[in-house]
């Protein structure tokens, strides 16, 4: 929400693991403050998190406003342990590549 209200204070987002809902509360979207975002974002997201599936972490992310990537790591929950991924390939690059959106 911060980075909705003041955008000049970030470059690029990195949320990890953004809690988009409660678990088994998909009505309750944590998500309003999403159209005013205006920074570019990555999103790393387990594949097994109770606070979204990856398909409710897309719908949502499509209410963005500004560029964004979503990073799925499978076999992860909320908190991305026991994913089987590679940390450059599916945060760092990725995150630096959102310089040149």
Do not use: C, W
Request: charged letters at 20%.
């Amino acid at each position: 929400m911060l980075a909705a209200e003041h955008p000049e204070l970030a470059e690029r987002l990195l949320l990890l693991s953004y809690p988009l809902h409660p678990p088994r509360k998909p009505e309750q979207l944590r998500t309003a403050h999403f159209a005013a975002v205006r920074t570019p974002a990555l999103f790393v997201h387990g594949d097994n998190d109770p606070f979204g599936t990856p398909a409710e972490m897309e719908t949502a992310l499509s209410a963005l406003g500004a560029p964004h990537r979503l990073s799925i790591v499978n076999g992860a929950g909320h908190d991305l342990n026991r994913g089987k991924f590679d940390l450059a390939a599916q945060i760092v690059s990725p995150f630096l590549s959102l310089a040149a959106i």
